[in-house]
């Protein structure tokens, strides 16, 4: 189930004070990279991720390949840094309002 406008609101507060957990280099998304993002989604749920590169379609199709590989949520996009939230049953760090 997709998450609503306030679920993301209530994340991003959270997020606003993460270091980013993943840096995608001028290689761009990996393999590599992409399992450690699954590693560090599993571990902390909320995951900020800087992106290296200039341009923005190609910032925009490295997120969207991130997003689509791990099927996790998207809660916000500022300039070269992007969030992602998805649930880990097992570890539930972040209680989101309905």
Partial sequence: MPLSSSQKRHLRGFAHDLKPVILVGQKGVTQALLAEFDG?????????VKLAD????????????I????GA???????????????NPD???????K
């Fill in 40 to 48: 560090a989604l599993d571990h902390h749920e909320l995951v900020k």
């Fill in 54 to 65: 200039d341009d923005r379609e190609s910032r925009a199709a490295s997120i969207e390949a």
């Fill in 67 to 70: 997003r689509a590989h791990s």
């Fill in 73 to 87: 949520e998207l809660v916000q996009v500022i300039g070269k840094m992007a969030c992602f939230f998805k649930r």
């Fill in 91 to 97: 570890r539930n760090q972040y209680p989101l309002p």
